[in-house]
């Protein structure tokens, strides 16, 4: 690992009621190998499964288990003095119990109290059996605290204690360890910048059964909004229906229709320093919507007409203040063309262009390969990467472009 040139963090672990628990030391000795200062709050149901003499020798701090202090001496008020002293809050294992009370803000026990004490970031390292897991309940809340800034740790797939297989398996304290050495010092180039960015499809309505869309997945503006998360920004995502998860420490905006886009991106677009129009808006939709279901049986055929729809990127890029403006150009030909006129007459700072006709980088790959150009024309041709690859280059561009208004600023 890298040294690191800022102070030492302060990692507050919470160790919750399940089997899992019996990583958390191994998980303790890599932050401290880490350099991180680590500090317990071992819950009751966790002492079933790891001692707290263990805890304290690993982290070489004192394990906290009650919410009120045993020594009469002692006027340390415990969740207040461990929030202050927290640059982070870890629960690991996190089972569905404390995700419960956490997401409904309960405060019976130390863990629940200083997590709601705490005004800083907090990670959960979900553990529980699969079916748990799979239960609406738990993913309800799950989501619930996605959405509220919570960050998540994708469990893993494999056996579990009880013998079932599938989801539910706390990720090795391995993972946890790199995401936490991640999520600290990662390039915080978007640091104070809010970026709005629109991901996938729109479904435009015939009946009230079938639809107009396309083929795209939404991974390209998911993959952004990691990113951009990771460097600091505060993103807010709007996706068109897709099969991928919340994005914890993302806002998540989740609409059907092109109109409905429009909508949330005029609601943010004026708040905003960043606009990214990663979504596939269909160019059409149909003129007519036709109520309840088209029967097959009523008529031989039907002749569809379709109408230009509203164009979500053209607008924002009239409105454009100080926002800097980025819209993809998914062509199957005469890509750089097509892209610079796109960039032009929709008032754009770059154009992501990419072949959606070549199998590695269309909708729905891993993988994409695109040219990144500015308004000046300058372009930058990266060979074929993962998305989230085209994702950091994209947002190393913006850096310049950050870095160039604030010489700008400095000479005026």
């Given at each position: 690992m890298?040294q690191?040139?800022?102070?030492i ?6 160790i919750?009621g399940?089997i ?6 191994e ?7 880490e ?9 009751k ?13 690993l982290s070489?701090n004192?394990v ?6 045993q020594n ?9 003095s ?5 640059d ?6 996190a089972?569905?119990?404390i ?12 863990l ?12 959960l390292?979900?553990?529980m ?9 738990y993913q309800e809340n799950s ?10 740790i ?9 013998g079932?297989?599938g989801?539910?398996?706390?990720a090795?304290?391995e993972t ?16 104070d910048?809010k ?14 059964i079938?639809?107009i869309?396309?083929?795209s997945?939404?991974?390209m ?8 998360r ?5 993103v807010t995502l ?13 806002k998540m905006?989740?609409?059907n ?18 606009f ?5 808006v ?8 036709f109520?309840g279901?088209i029967?097959?049986?009523?008529q ?8 230009k729809n509203i164009d ?10 100080n926002q ?13 063309e ?7 007459s929709k ?8 072949d ?7 909708f ?9 150009i ?14 989230h690859?085209v994702?950091?280059?994209?947002f190393?561009h ?7 208004h ?7």
């Amino acid at each position: 690992m890298e040294q690191r040139k800022k102070k030492i963090e302060n990692i507050l672990i919470g160790i919750t009621g399940g089997i899992a628990a019996y990583k958390s030391p191994e998980l303790i000795r890599l932050l401290r190998k880490e350099k991180f200062n680590v500090k317990v709050i071992l819950t009751k149901n966790a002492e079933h499964f790891v001692a707290p003499l263990t805890l304290a020798v690993l982290s070489e701090n004192k394990v906290y288990t009650d919410l009120f202090s045993q020594n009469k001496e002692d006027e340390e008020i415990s969740h207040i003095s461990l929030a202050h002293w927290a640059d982070l809050i870890l629960v690991a294992p996190a089972t569905a119990n404390i995700i419960a009370k956490v997401a409904h803000g309960l405060a019976d026990d130390l863990l629940t109290a200083t997590i709601l004490a705490f005004p800083g970031e907090i990670i959960l390292a979900p553990a529980m059996n699969t079916v748990m897991f799979n239960n609406p309940i738990y993913q309800e809340n799950s989501k619930r605290l996605i959405r509220m800034g919570f960050q998540i740790i994708d469990t893993e797939q494999g056996l579990l204690a009880c013998g079932d297989y599938g989801d539910g398996r706390m990720a090795s304290p391995e993972t946890i360890c790199t995401y936490i050495i991640q999520r600290l010092h990662h390039n915080q180039s978007l640091k104070d910048k809010k970026i709005l960015i629109t991901a996938s499809a729109t479904r435009e309505p015939i009946d009230q059964i079938r639809f107009i869309s396309n083929y795209s997945t939404g991974k390209m503006g998911f993959a952004l909004a990691e990113v951009a998360r990771n460097r600091g920004g505060s993103v807010t995502l709007i996706t068109g229906p897709t099969y991928l998860k919340d994005i914890s420490g993302v806002k998540m905006i989740r609409v059907n229709t092109a109109q409905e886009m429009r909508e949330q991106v005029l609601k943010y677009f004026n708040h905003s320093d960043i606009f990214i129009s990663a979504a596939a808006v269909s160019d059409f939709k149909p003129a007519q919507h036709f109520p309840g279901k088209i029967k097959k049986t009523s008529q031989q055929s039907i002749q569809l007409v379709l109408e230009k729809n509203i164009d979500i990127l053209e607008e924002v890029g009239m409105k454009k203040n100080n926002q800097i403006l980025i819209g993809f150009a998914a062509e199957v030909n005469s890509l750089e063309e097509n892209a610079l006129l796109k960039l032009k007459s929709k008032n754009l700072d770059y154009i992501i262009a990419n072949d959606v006709s070549q199998k590695d980088s269309g909708f729905g790959a891993d993988t994409n390969k695109v040219v990144i150009i500015d308004r000046t024309g300058n372009k930058l041709d990266l060979p074929l990467m993962t998305k989230h690859a085209v994702s950091e280059h994209i947002f190393d561009h913006l850096q310049k472009s950050f870095r160039k208004h604030h010489d700008r600023d400095m000479i005026e």
